[in-house]
Structures are given as C-alpha cells and as structure tokens.
C-alpha cells in the first residue's frame, strides 16, 4: 500500500481546538509539501493550508490566526493545530502530498489521504 492516514478527528465545542495528523502508511515515503484541504456537506473542496519542505506556511483567510501547521520531519508527519473552532469549520480534512514517488514502477506526483471528520457543535 501507498497511502497517507490522517487522524485526529472528533467532535467538539465550539471554541475547542483538536489536532489533526498526516503521516504515511504502508510504503514509507519521505513528506515533501503539503496541504490540508477540507470539505463541508454539499460544498467543493477547499484549502486550508499549505507547508513546504523547507517549513514555508500558507493559510486560507478563513482559518487564518486560528489553524497552524507544522511538521516533524523525524516523524515524517505534518500536523493541523486548530484552535478557536467554529461550527463552520466542520467539515471532512483531507491531507495531501506533492512530491514525486516511484512505487512498484508508478510514478506518483501526489497523494491524497482518506479525510478525517471534524465536527464542531454550536
């Protein structure tokens, strides 16, 4: 398998804070940049926000001064510190991973991992 796993997800109040993970499973790889994206019950896909290798940051307006992430290049996992949550930040997280990976002769250029459900009651 060549997969990334996110966790970290849950319910909680508003105002609460959780931490959500990304590392791979499965066929280790080396993390390179990446993202968090998330997406609400009938809406698209959007950002949250972005790290590179070299631990550069980027935040969509909405999260901005509330959500950080980071990485732990030892662990090879990125993490998603959201605190001050609102009921509109509910949604299903996704992490995803640029780089470019050889696996079983297929060449991957991105990866996207299964979602994790944060839910955030009012």
């Known amino acids: 398998q060549f997969q990334l796993v996110e966790s970290g997800g849950g319910l909680v109040q508003a105002g609460g804070s959780l931490r959500l993970s990304c590392a791979p499973s499965?066929?280790?790889?080396?993390?390179?940049?990446v993202d968090w994206y998330r997406q609400a019950p009938g809406k698209q896909r959007e950002f949250v926000a972005a790290?590179?290798?070299?631990?550069?940051?980027n935040y969509a307006d909405s999260v901005k001064n509330r959500f950080t992430i980071s990485r732990d290049d030892a662990k090879n996992t990125v993490y998603l510190q959201m605190n001050s949550l609102k009921p509109e930040d509910t949604a299903t997280y996704y992490c995803?991973?640029?780089?470019?990976?050889?696996?079983?002769?297929?060449?991957?250029?991105?990866?996207w991992g299964q979602g994790t459900l944060v839910t955030v009651s009012s």
């Open positions: 790290i590179t290798g070299g631990g550069n940051t």
């Open positions: 499965g066929t280790i790889f080396r993390l390179n940049a």
């Open positions: 995803h991973a640029r780089g470019s990976w050889v696996v079983n002769g297929r060449k991957y250029l991105e990866l």
